[in-house]
């Protein structure tokens, strides 16, 4: 019994090997998808940080110095180990999707939580620019949030992060 099985399998090994030797099935590479950027400034750009949520609002500014410090109360300094990374985060955030582009007509926004914005992002940059953004409601999973730049009829999927 052992020696038919054994003829069985020789065969079959034989004809698996010379499957996995000559390939026949197209290899097919993958390519990544481009990343979808919400907006994209340097991070260096970034000299003045304000947040509004509902009736907070705060500001960081970074001094000459590279030394980012509360707007106001003025001058108190931030513990840069938690600062480190949110300006990284602020410099290009990474959509998820693009819902609604500048082309088409302007989204019903109420659906987004985007007509009467609870977050509002304001940033300064090198130069007297200024971008400002407003973030909606979460999606169900709370992995997301609706995004629109200000001036723009884009809706974007942001991650919440």
Request: charged share 20%; proline share 6%; net charge negative.
């Given at each position: 019994?052992?020696?038919?099985?054994?003829?069985?399998?020789?065969?079959?090994?034989i004809?698996?090997?010379?499957?996995?030797?000559?390939?026949?099935?197209?290899?097919?590479d993958?390519?990544?998808?481009?990343?979808?950027?919400?907006?994209r400034?340097?991070?260096?750009?970034?000299?003045?940080?304000?947040?509004?949520?509902?009736?907070?609002?705060?500001?960081?500014?970074?001094?000459?110095?590279?030394?980012?410090?509360?707007?106001?109360?003025?001058?108190?300094?931030?513990?840069?180990?938690?600062?480190?990374?949110?300006?990284?985060?602020?410099?290009?955030?990474?959509?998820?999707?693009?819902?609604?582009?500048?082309?088409?007509?302007t989204?019903?926004?109420?659906?987004?939580?985007?007509?009467?914005?609870?977050?509002?992002v304001?940033?300064?940059?090198?130069?007297?620019r200024?971008l400002?953004?407003?973030l909606?409601?979460?999606?169900?999973?709370g992995?997301?949030?609706?995004g629109?730049?200000?001036?723009?009829?884009?809706?974007?999927?942001?991650?919440?992060?």
């Open positions: 019994m052992r020696l038919r099985t054994i003829v069985a399998f020789v065969p079959a090994a004809v698996l090997g010379a499957i996995v030797y000559v390939n026949p099935f197209p290899q097919v993958v390519e990544p998808e481009p990343s979808l950027w919400f907006y400034v340097l991070e260096g750009d970034i000299k003045v940080v304000k947040v509004s949520h509902r009736d907070k609002r705060v500001e960081f500014v970074k001094t000459d110095d590279d030394i980012w410090v509360f707007g106001n109360p003025t001058g108190l300094t931030i513990d840069p180990l938690r600062w480190s990374g949110i300006t990284l985060l602020l410099a290009g955030p990474l959509a998820s999707r693009q819902l609604s582009s500048n082309m088409q007509s989204p019903d926004l109420v659906q987004y939580g985007l007509n009467s914005s609870e977050t509002v304001d940033l300064g940059l090198i130069g007297g200024h400002r953004f407003e909606g409601y979460k999606t169900t999973d992995g997301h949030h609706y629109q730049l200000t001036g723009s009829t884009a809706v974007f999927l942001i991650d919440s992060a």
